[in-house]
Nanobody
Framework: QVQLVESGGGLVQPGGSLRLSCAASGRIFSIGTMDWYRQAPGKERELVASITTRGSTNYADAVKGRFTISRDNAKNTVYLQMNSLKPEDTAVYYC??????????????WGQGTQVTVSS
């Protein structure tokens, strides 16, 4: 089965940086758009950034200029470089991907999430 595994979260001081990774594994035929979402306590899950197979990107206004999404198609991995982190960036970050599994239809997959805490 297809699985997405996030890594790279942790505790960082305001102004610091973190790099999140999300690797897809399993019986993968192809991967389409990949995204990063986040959900803070008491708030709705929000789209942070997305990237198409060809590399086109979109960002939430709150993270523009600070976060960079990228992907390595050969490694089936999407990254989120987070710079100039603010306390309001604290959330559980989830990766999402549209994946065509071998012998199956396209499906939407989610990682389990990784905690990012920005605090002094």
């Amino acid at each position: 089965q297809v699985q997405l595994v996030e890594s790279g979260g942790g505790l960082v001081q305001p102004g610091g940086s973190l790099r999140l990774s999300c690797a897809a594994s399993g019986r993968i035929f192809s991967i389409g758009t990949m995204d990063w979402y986040r959900q803070a306590p008491g708030k709705e899950r929000e789209l942070v950034a997305s990237i198409t197979t060809r590399g086109s990107t979109n960002y939430a206004d709150a993270v523009k200029g600070r976060f960079t999404i990228s992907r390595d198609n050969a490694k089936n991995t999407v990254y989120l470089q987070m710079n100039s982190l603010k306390p309001e960036d604290t959330a559980v970050y989830y990766c999402n991907a549209r994946i065509v599994s071998t012998g199956e239809r396209v499906n939407d997959y989610w990682g389990q999430g990784t905690q990012v805490t920005v605090s002094s």
